[in-house]
């Protein structure tokens, strides 16, 4: 199944201390398909050279095709001048409510509009 839709996202940092990563909040506001809200914690990295990583967690709760329940999300990224790559899986056995064993994957596309998400997902 494919849930599709926008998504607004606030990031704060949490401190500027000596650490050798950023960390921030994470919080979103899902429209579309699956309504509800995301709030995380996210470790990022950039170095001199322009290259950068980042991973998170995030805790999703709302409606999915009519199904209310949440997961967690897992982000991977990792972006340079040639190259990006970015998952974003649903943690197995996460699910809650009415989507309890969903499974599935995150796409994020960025445009002049703002965000959108592309949820391809089972449910047993």
């Known amino acids: 199944?494919?849930?599709?839709?926008?998504?607004?996202?606030?990031?704060?940092?949490?401190?500027?201390?000596?650490?050798?990563?950023?960390?921030?909040t994470i919080d979103k506001v899902y429209s579309g398909d699956f309504v509800g809200k995301g709030v995380g914690q996210m470790l990022s990295k950039r170095t001199e050279a322009g290259a950068s990583a980042y991973c998170a967690i995030e805790?999703?709760?709302?409606?999915?095709?009519?199904?209310?329940?949440?997961?967690?999300?897992?982000?991977?990224?990792?972006?340079?001048?040639?190259?990006?790559?970015?998952?974003?899986?649903?943690?197995?056995?996460?699910?809650?409510?009415?989507?309890?064993?969903?499974?599935?994957?995150k796409e994020i596309v960025q445009s002049k509009e703002g965000h959108q998400y592309i949820l391809t997902f089972s449910m047993p």
């Open 1 to 24: 199944m494919i849930a599709k839709g926008t998504f607004e996202v606030d990031l704060t940092p949490i401190s500027e201390d000596s650490h050798p990563a950023g960390r921030m």
């Open 59 to 105: 805790e999703v709760e709302g409606v999915l095709n009519g199904k209310s329940g949440g997961f967690t999300l897992i982000h991977n990224g990792v972006m340079s001048a040639d190259t990006s790559s970015l998952e974003i899986t649903i943690l197995p056995g996460s699910g809650r409510g009415e989507l309890l064993g969903i499974t599935g994957k």
